[in-house]
């Protein structure tokens, strides 16, 4: 295959919901000062010095869109080494999949806006399951609005990691993307009780994807019905035991203020909960509706 005709199938590919380039490509990588995107790619790593990865991100941008085909290549085959042995992602061994994923992340902010060509194929990526924290920050990088839409579309995904990622990267702490969020999603996230092992400390995945529904549920400035979201949240607090998701749902309802009054009944119950976060959660949101209710 010549070399022209390789770079033509590329191009095609990176618009295709399937990018499945080439071997040959990767003998053909485009260079930048005499090193391939890959060798940059490994100067991102963590042995490198700060002067070195300054080095490396410096060098992926002036590559620009020729670094993507290249890019997106070594992802697919890190997804394919994922997909068949789950043993690899391992955050702490140097010559696992978790580090060379995390460097790749680290290629994709450099690019920035040069890898929006990639976006469709890092959203179908991330819909899969395939790296999903880390996926969706390389698309955030690459295309903030397509983003933006799939973690509101993901909201109803099958994985249970994938719904935990969007959550995170669409709403934050509050996040930024609050009034693009769809109540029903949210709703769904909030009653999430998917059966799994704990894989955040004593807290499993569906805890904390509850409880992530539950802070966004509160989000000031959103579209969402301010009523929809007290009656959705009181009445997973009357049936919630896990500490953590009762208390996200008691500060979600504090921010909502006055809207949040018929909640106040069982918000005073909780200020005798046996959890001492959610007794403190409990009288401040009471205090917060109550002051803002005059």
């Known amino acids: 295959m010549n ?10 590919s990176l618009t295709s919901a399937v990018f499945r380039p080439s071997s040959a490509f990767c003998q053909q990588e485009p260079a930048y000062n005499g090193k391939s995107v890959s060798e940059w790619v490994t100067q991102l790593g963590s042995r490198s010095s700060g002067t070195e990865k300054a080095q490396a991100s410096q060098a992926i941008r002036q590559l620009g869109t020729n670094a993507l085909p ?9 997804v394919g080494l994922y997909a068949s042995n789950y043993s690899v992602i391992d955050p702490i061994a140097t ?39 880390i ?30 990622t969007a959550l995170g990267d ?32 004593r807290f499993s995945y569906a805890d904390i994807v509850r409880a992530k ?5 509160g989000a000031e400035g959103g579209r969402m019905d301010p009523e929809k ?42 200020t005798s909960d046996p959890d001492p976060y959610v007794v403190e959660q409990a009288t401040k949101s009471i205090q917060a509706i109550e002051s803002r209710g005059r």
């Open 70 to 78: 290249s890019l997106l290549w070594e992802l697919h085959e890190l």
């Open 3 to 12: 070399k022209v005709f390789c770079l033509s199938v590329l191009c095609v």
């Open 170 to 201: 669409l709403v934050g702490d509050p996040g930024p993307s609050n009034a693009l969020v769809e109540l029903a999603g949210l709703i769904k996230c909030l009653n999430d009780e998917t059966p799994g092992t704990n894989t955040f400390g």
């Open 95 to 133: 010559n696992g999949a978790k580090p060379r994923i995390v460097e790749l992340e680290q290629a994709f902010e450099a690019l920035g806006e040069n890898a929006h060509p990639g976006a469709p194929e890092l959203a179908n990526l991330f819909n899969q399951g395939s790296f999903p924290d």
């Open 229 to 270: 979201r007290v009656l959705a949240l009181l009445e997973r607090f009357q049936r919630e035991k896990v500490s953590v998701v009762r208390t996200a749902i008691l500060f979600s309802l504090g921010r909502l203020g006055a809207s949040a009054r018929l909640a106040l009944p069982a918000m005073r119950q909780a």
């Open 135 to 164: 996926v969706g920050s390389m698309l955030l990088h690459a295309d903030r609005k397509l983003a933006e839409e799939t973690f509101v579309h993901a909201l109803t995904n099958q994985s249970i990691e994938v719904r935990e």
């Open 213 to 217: 529904a539950a802070r966004a549920l």
